[in-house]
């Protein structure tokens, strides 16, 4: 059976496991301060061109979320998402147990357009309540986003542009980062993100680690404590070297990039092979994840081969559904799937 | 350079990465509902003698307290637990931020006494003010205890009849587990812990995972929605197959006891090796950890060459190390170290 | 100068104030455990006709409804409210501050319509990602709206069903109760909302009181230690009997009813007089509050003789203004109003 | 029967009730921005000789120490506190529920003792795992502490010295402080506070007032947008001006003064008849609150004519009670008191 649920559903690459193994007898502190975190470090500010940036590793998205946010903001202070936004709706609450609500702005795409944010905010202070409303204390997007779709420059300078404006801090969650750093169809470089955001995540987890997001705070600006701030939530590992070791690996000889790279390419391929069949995109994704819209009877037929994620019903026949690629998606799986649909 | 830091500072038991190295390439449903988490449930179970047992897997100890104390405890409640408990002192307040108090009853040897316990709760309920406090809603109990300490059957068994009396759930951190259940020294089994408890958690990383804990629940207790709730804590890890491969294995022809049964012999063989040169004790544990009292000019002639943790001071001219074995600590480290001592 | 800014701009029915002078040296206990306290309870569950009805004073609506809500929901629940609804909007986040999500659903003139709320839960239940998101735990719905308009007995036994159906507590906010319960134009009574909602709370503040709120639970379903929770929450007046005094004032002789009667009719007055002389009302409200629409420069040449709160702009020219009337509004204020425009 | 049983079992002083009744139909902004609250600030900053002084209007205590202390400390910080505090002990837990730990130090008479400050503060940075620590974040010290006992200016001025040493904040809890500022055995005045604490509150609830206490921060040290997040706590009451009101009236003329000093006077009185007649005191306080050790016997004979609160126990026959004095006790009833032990 072929397996497109998702990118988190096979293990590591094998590069990965390989170092793990490698340097599994090494006697190192506990606790994120060996000197593979300690490496790895140095090799994504290099690949940041942000010699200022200050990491820390988190074993996972909604865990780095939670922790951003919560940390970033004042009490009195919500996050502005969009309303598609994996923090609105995705993470069974993680803000809002931490406190906060979440403040939606309609979608794009997924992606929430720098004039929405501006609409959004300037109501918010004309508003002659706002005292005993939530205020807006930061900015998250994600890219890609959770449609698989991706900004542009242009539109991240908007957004940084209209934060500057209100002092709000741009948070970028990079869950799939590498599927948007290597898609053809891009502008933004890992450098303008560590430039234009104040704090972004880039993802291991769905990137081809077993687990860990490498969080990086651009400004000087990781909360003070924050060892200690990340030990309260139940968020430090004791064995930190885990993450350590692995993102050391993605950031030696350019294979987070690589894995990237990979898993477009067979995206790209995908894509066209579903478009030449006919079938319809339910959006136009460049990254790895395709959301190709099926009748009801072919689904049917091809779920019984082909491992997809349900998204959404478009109405009684149709429906969306999610194929994703990753590291471990093969040239071979492709061309079966070419042969399935 | 000899390392008895802890029990955290290599990685893991070389048949677990074994195993994930097999199963890498294996497609699995993410999110711990994977055949290997099945699979080391099961075994799980088998190893409590506990066919109701429901268990999750959980990446580090702070956060399964966190998890479990939280979600236990009505609002008004706090958790009792030995003042020299974990998740009184050495977690930055993770229950705290959780909402709840930590009640705490002095220990003896690290651990809660049933007649302390029951002084205490009987105190409570005699206190005139007791509607405008913190209640007791649960008990708290590590074994082994932070000094390496263990509840013999009887005093597990009193804490039991304690907490029927009053009706509180007891919850046990096995952090470090298979070295109290080894220990020659114990007349605690895993049955009986799943008997007396209503809940604990088998520790993996202090015990030869890369991360993760198996929490278990014994008396088909977990919380309702539990995923949606450890989802909220931004606990919930995408690739849980990283804990069902381990887990699965650690369980495996009994490698979790003889990962425990190996570190509490060589600890042992420490022990006898410094009471032979005329060191003394701080505490007799008869598990992986053990606390000696050092002189200060032999600490720092020591501390060059052998890995230890500073864990207290006695007096301007003692101080108290502690030195811990795990899977990783071969008898040479051992044979070293008696020569060094 | 007029003053129409709100029903809570003066201080309490003078009956409240002279009963107050009367009981002063009396000795009582404290926290809500005196006699007024008790005596109060027991007409309020006279008026509901509800001999179950457990009955707590809080001192404000947010408070009561951020205690009512937090005790309500589960850990991983939220609580269904229209998007217009006060703890959605103009709490400053106070549920989200307690850990939970407002889920909404679009209103229609303040309202939850009943096939709304199915149409949302059935939405909910249907997605395939619903582990991983906020459930609904409780519908809220206030009664009069922000709006000033009301729920009829059918839209409300419409309610009921749905949240019977799916099991959900329905929370009614009845912080401007009496001017609901006294329209000309509702067939819904006190003892019809204890018996379709599972708990709800009797305004005091904006009707007439100084400060305080009748929280009603209404199938013994109060939470257990209550008492101790709302301690915990900082919401336990020491001299309860405050609210005890004005409670049992408010309902003796219908005292509360009169308050909402007199209301009514003086702003039901002054939506005649607006129409006649040919404003537009931005809604149709039969309560004390009337939402009317002005151009700006009538808003500005009014504002001078007249206080009222500016409600919303409608485009350009004009505005949406509020008007509300309450216990210490006279006939000769009314007169006086309608001379002005 | 004659009333001992605490400060609050009255109303609230004449003078209060009268101006309740003068300014009732006056039209007031609502949510504290009326005339009598800015009155009341001004009188309250020149009684503190602080001109700087911002001050907020709270209904209770438990929900101002809950406020000050949750918004003043960081995320990882916990606040210090004596192990008698009402913080500690009698607040259900307020604190934790804010998500943050109270750190107790011994006790002295209830108070915390300079050098018993700095010797915890000192071994919490000696400890090596201090980084897994809750950080002692701020001081909170009660005057008159729960046993009725005062610091005296030199105390008060160590605690300063060191909170500024280690740049903690100081918080001191006046919940009854008339009865320290009035009491004969003090040096400490109401300037002398607000030049050494960061922050305090003037207890009005136990002071002769309905409810309400009077938070002043004395740095310009209030939180940004204090407004909202008082609200987000459920603790914004809309008719402010009922707070307004009662503290411009306690601080015109001296009322709160006179009524420190009328309790104080009668406390003294007996205290006297006690101590001549033989029984032994708990404690020696010289405010308001009178701790009496009796014998279990002459307990239940005085009980039933005489309301007392049951503090304590000392050993089986002897058990210690409390008597408190406020604004509504007379001279008749310390007199006939004195006729009854």
Redesign the interface.
Known sequence: ?L?F??D?????H?RI?KR??E????????YSKDIYCESAKKKIREACACDDAEIFFI?????????VI??LL???E?VVAADTGHVS??????I??S????LTVPHVDGKIMPEALKEYLKGFYMD??C?????PGMVYISHPTEYGTLYSAEELRGLRSVCDEYKLPLYLDGARLPYALMSDNTDVTLPMIAELCDVFYIGG??AGA??GEALVYTRKNMP??F???V?????????G??FGVQFDELFTDGLYFEIGKHAVKLAMRMKRAFLDKGYKLHIDSYTNQQFVILERSEWERLREKV?MS?WENIDENHLVVRLATSF?TTEEDVEELEKLI
């Open positions: 059976m397996s649920e998702s988190y559903i096979t293990g590591a094998e496991l793990l193994m340097t599994n007898r090494e006697s190192m502190s506990g074993a996972g998205g909604t865990q780095t979320n939670q922790l919560s940390t004042a009490t009195h919500g709706l995705h993470e069974a609450g993680a809002e147990y406190g906060h609500k979440v002659g309540n005292e005993q409303m939530v205020f987890t769905k077993l687990c003070a404590h060892n200690t701030i030990k309260q939530r139940g968020a430090l590992l004791a064995k070297r885990l491992g349900f471990s």
